[in-house]
């Protein structure tokens, strides 16, 4: 039908430029002579100048332009040259406008063949041009249709890659939340174990304190008793006896006789269990030079000494002074007599 629809296209083309043949007023017949003229010599140059440029598509509009308000002969010979150099050059649109204008003028000057093979030329290159636009609109339809469906595909991909990746952490989540619930259950028993064992130290700890503390209380109660038995023993002086035939005298006053000191204890079994400890430790600051660490040790063990040695008060206080140790025979000769008296209470 395409076909059937160009060809008569064709053929009533043919029959109106017969037509108009007889008709038509000569080309040039529309512009004044001058007017003519200077187009002429304008079109002209414009030929010219696109040539030498070996601009095409200006060469063929100049040569169309010229051919346009020239004499039959010479538009015909100009729109056969711009046919050609369409065809040439591939310029699809040009060439059929050249062809068509190219068959019109030999219509107009009674060259019917050639006319009508212009007007077959100009159907076929039509034809073959419609066809081409189709081939290449059904191609780029094929082509949208295949990037549709690419993407469709990608989509498709995608979507299940993320399906994938979210199910794939899902079971991760799972396997994490189960690592963590032996891990809570391993920290949970680790938890009893720890606890257990604090209660079987502590237990075990409060035991030894308790025996200690029998221990001590059995040591307080023997040095009370011989603390008592010392007191009962210290007897008071008599008064001494006057002989009747004695000559008088002055009267001696009797001695007043001097109270024991009556320690506490429990301050003496502290003494004795934390003494040896403390004085081990004035040694070995004493050898390492650490004065500061001596005078704190004096300074524990003094209420507990001045308790038992009142005597030694001084003794202590000289060691006290913040700048005992700047006198290094004193401060020696002072700690060698604080360790005896120590020594002393402890024997």
Not at 177 to 183: F, G
């Amino acid at each position: 039908m395409m076909r059937i629809g160009l060809r008569s296209r064709v053929i009533f083309f043919v029959i109106a430029c017969l037509f108009l043949h007889g008709l038509s007023p000569a080309q040039s017949a529309a512009l004044p002579t001058a007017a003519l003229k200077e187009a002429l010599v304008r079109y002209r140059a414009a030929v010219t100048t696109a040539d030498s440029l070996h601009d095409a598509a200006a060469a063929i509009k100049a040569r169309m332009d010229l051919a346009a308000i020239s004499k039959p002969k010479e538009a015909q010979d100009l729109y056969t040259q711009a046919a050609v150099l369409a065809d040439s050059l591939g310029l699809v649109q040009e060439g059929i406008a050249a062809h068509e204008a190219l068959a019109r003028t030999l219509a107009a000057r009674g060259d019917h063949r050639k006319a009508y093979e212009e007007a077959m030329l100009l159907a076929q290159r039509s034809a073959a041009q419609q066809a081409a636009e189709a081939t290449a609109g059904m191609t780029r339809l094929a082509e949208l249709e295949r990037l549709a469906t690419a993407e469709r595909d990608s989509l498709s991909k995608a979507s299940e890659a993320r399906l994938r990746d979210a199910e794939d952490r899902v079971d991760q989540a799972e396997e994490n939340a189960d690592s963590w619930m032996w891990v809570g259950l391993a920290v949970l028993i680790l938890a009893i174990t720890v606890l257990a064992v604090v209660l079987f130290k502590n237990r075990s700890l409060l035991r030894r304190h308790r025996e200690e503390m029998a221990a001590l209380r059995a040591e307080v109660s023997a040095l009370n008793e011989r603390y008592q038995n010392r007191v009962r023993e210290t007897a008071i002086p008599a008064a001494p006896v006057v002989p009747a035939f004695a000559e008088e005298s002055k009267p001696v006053a009797a001695p007043v006789p001097v109270p024991p000191l009556v320690v506490d204890p429990m301050v003496v079994a502290m003494f004795r269990k934390q003494a040896p400890e403390r004085i081990a430790a004035l040694h070995d600051a004493q050898a390492r030079g650490d004065h500061e660490k001596v005078q704190r040790v004096v300074r524990t063990l003094k209420p507990q000494l001045l308790s038992l040695d009142p005597g030694c008060e001084g003794l202590v206080l000289r060691l006290l002074v913040a700048d005992a140790p700047t006198r290094t025979a004193e401060w020696n000769a002072d700690l060698d007599a604080f360790g005896s008296r120590v020594a002393a209470l402890l024997a």
